[in-house]
């Protein structure tokens, strides 16, 4: 006789329409990573003496900062910065150390996760003395990639993972929110004229790229199919 599965149990896997979005096959999630970990590279390589581009949009936003839209952008950087995935890794610590023995699968999911944040969001520290690329304007570190942008996508990329296992109905939503965040984040430094906007994109191109092959690693994606009442958290 089979015995019901606990709610706790159902809530932790993601049904099989609903994870379809972040399910492939291993391999070819390490090629995704190890093209968006090349073209990160090579972007910051090609970007370190500067850019058409970035040059063109330092120039149009000249000034721009010093007026409300730099006010505004000053307060969204407060907002979504470098403390958004210090908040995250206290809360997944936290919550995986409460689980460890009424939830252990629950508990190892949250670890892992945290693990891959804490991967995501060293590209930056790990790459700026690298590439060394000196700032639109006077500014107290290095500009490749924005440190900034790597901490929200770093924590949006958790975010969405974690969705992605515990919520699969809603991972369309964390996914559009993630993307609005990173994207908000990296408007406002580039209209603070604190980075080029090569450097924005090559965070998330870094955070994507070490996130994937670390995610792979540690068997949080591909998400498998799993039945009801069967733990999602290997």
Not at 36 to 50: D, E, K, P, T
Not at 121 to 139: G, I, M, N, Q, W
Not at 146 to 161: D, E, K, M, P
Request: hydrophobic letters at 50%; aromatic letters at 6%; proline letters at 7%.
């Amino acid at each position: 006789m089979h015995s019901r599965p606990s709610s706790d149990d159902v809530s932790e896997q993601p049904s099989d329409h609903a994870s379809e979005p972040v399910r492939a096959r291993p391999r070819g999630v390490l090629l995704v990573s190890a093209t968006l970990l090349l073209a990160f590279v090579v972007l910051g390589l090609l970007a370190r003496n500067g850019t058409d581009l970035d040059v063109l949009v330092s120039d149009r936003l000249h000034d721009v900062w010093r007026g409300p839209a730099g006010r505004a952008a000053e307060i969204t950087s407060w907002v979504l910065g470098p403390v958004l995935p210090v908040l995250a890794a206290v809360g997944l610590a936290v919550a995986a150390f409460a689980d460890r023995r009424r939830r252990p699968h629950r508990a190892r999911l949250l670890g892992r996760v945290l693990l891959v944040l804490v991967v995501c969001r060293a590209t930056s520290a790990v790459a700026k003395p690298l590439f060394a690329r000196d700032r639109p304007r006077e500014y107290p570190d290095f500009a490749f990639p924005s440190g900034h942008v790597t901490s929200v996508a770093a924590t949006c990329f958790a975010a969405v993972l974690l969705v992605g296992w515990l919520a699969p109905r809603l991972w369309h939503t964390a996914l559009a929110a993630a993307v609005s965040a990173t994207a908000l984040c990296a408007a406002s430094r580039v209209v603070l004229d604190v980075h080029w906007l090569t450097d924005t994109v090559g965070a998330v191109l870094g955070v994507t790229g070490a996130g994937l092959a670390t995610a792979a690693a540690l068997r949080l994606i591909p998400l498998p199919r799993r039945r009801a009442g069967v733990e999602s958290a290997p």
